[in-house]
């Protein structure tokens, strides 16, 4: 009987807000190998060109050439089982971790799968916030395990004429990663942009995410002014924002850093996720946006 040739498959790994979703959406538009899997996260953070979508749900997108992405929603494990027994075997595979995930743990989950094999481990670095982060008690643990476990580093937020802080050079050292350096992936200075209600908190080890959806319409400069005031609270904000003239926005918010761009695409609801380590001063976030909304009606 001939033997099955294992899937190969790869992990993009990298904290809060690094660009894994960014590279995704290249992925999927472009380069992706037809009848791939793909496993992210959520949907609500992935911005598929409409044209490449044959078919969706809940849990599955199918792109026009075979690929299928899939939320996390059962157990990693269970997922990958279920992929294991697909006949035929998927092309390739690619896992969008979590921000605060444990990339290592996962590469040795894949590493002993007989129906897998790793290819690479792709860590993305947001070269801006090293500093910050290799100083943060709350974070620089697991930002540094990331990035040591990778097989590949791609460094972003940076010009060509910028060196890598002591921090990050200190851990590439340690690192036996190829290095790419993606100065095209810069960010502009800046302030923010955001959301409504429904609160749906979703609690991790030490990290809390809260989700929000809405139709009704809020004003840019209101949120900005509720998400910069709860900087202290605030890891990572990502998601789609409706505006007035049914006008849509894509919010970007790491940590200290705020990007709002056109959407490509209609925006008919916003929808939001906020996440952070301390889940009371996530809750009076939402509670302040449900003011806003309230205010906004009277």
């Not at 294992?6 to 807000?17: D, E, N, Q, Y």
């Not at 060109?49 to 969706?56: K, V, W």
């Not at 897998?116 to 801006?128: A, G, I, K, M, P």
Request: hydrophobic share 45%; proline share 6%; glycine share 4%.
């Amino acid at each position: 009987m001939p033997s099955i040739k294992p899937i190969a498959t790869t992990l993009l790994t990298g904290f809060l807000g690094s660009g894994k979703t960014t590279y995704l959406n290249q992925l999927l538009q472009t380069d992706i190998p037809a009848r791939s899997i793909v496993l992210v996260n959520d949907f609500g953070r992935i911005n598929i060109d409409a044209s490449l979508i044959a078919y969706q749900d809940d849990d599955v997108i199918r792109l026009n050439n075979g690929c299928v992405c899939c939320t996390l929603g059962a157990s990693m494990a269970e997922k990958l089982a279920e992929i294991g027994r697909m006949d035929p075997p998927p092309t390739a595979l690619f896992m969008e971790l979590s921000g605060v995930a444990n990339a290592a743990r996962v590469a040795d989950m894949i590493r002993v799968a007989q129906r897998f094999e790793l290819n690479e481990v792709r860590c993305f670095v947001d070269v801006s916030l090293a500093a910050l982060h290799a100083t943060d008690p709350r974070v620089n643990t697991v930002w540094a395990q990331q990035i040591l476990s990778a097989t590949h580093l791609v460094f972003n937020r940076l010009t060509p004429e910028q060196s890598l802080p002591t921090c990050l050079e200190q851990l590439v050292n340690q690192s036996v990663a190829q290095l790419r350096y993606d100065y095209a992936a810069t960010v502009p200075p800046a302030p923010v942009v955001a959301s409504p209600p429904r609160p749906v908190t979703t609690p991790t080890k030490g990290w809390h995410s809260v989700s929000f959806e809405s139709n009704q319409v809020l004003a840019v400069e209101d949120v900005r002014a509720v998400l910069e005031a709860f900087t202290e609270v605030l890891y990572r904000a990502k998601g789609m924002l409706h505006t007035e003239a049914g006008r849509g926005w894509v919010v970007q918010w790491t940590k200290t850093q705020c990007v709002i761009t056109p959407s490509a695409r209609p925006v008919s609801q916003t929808q939001l996720v906020f996440i952070g380590m301390d889940e009371a001063g996530l809750e009076q976030l939402v509670q302040r946006l449900h003011s806003l909304q309230t205010e906004s009606v009277a």
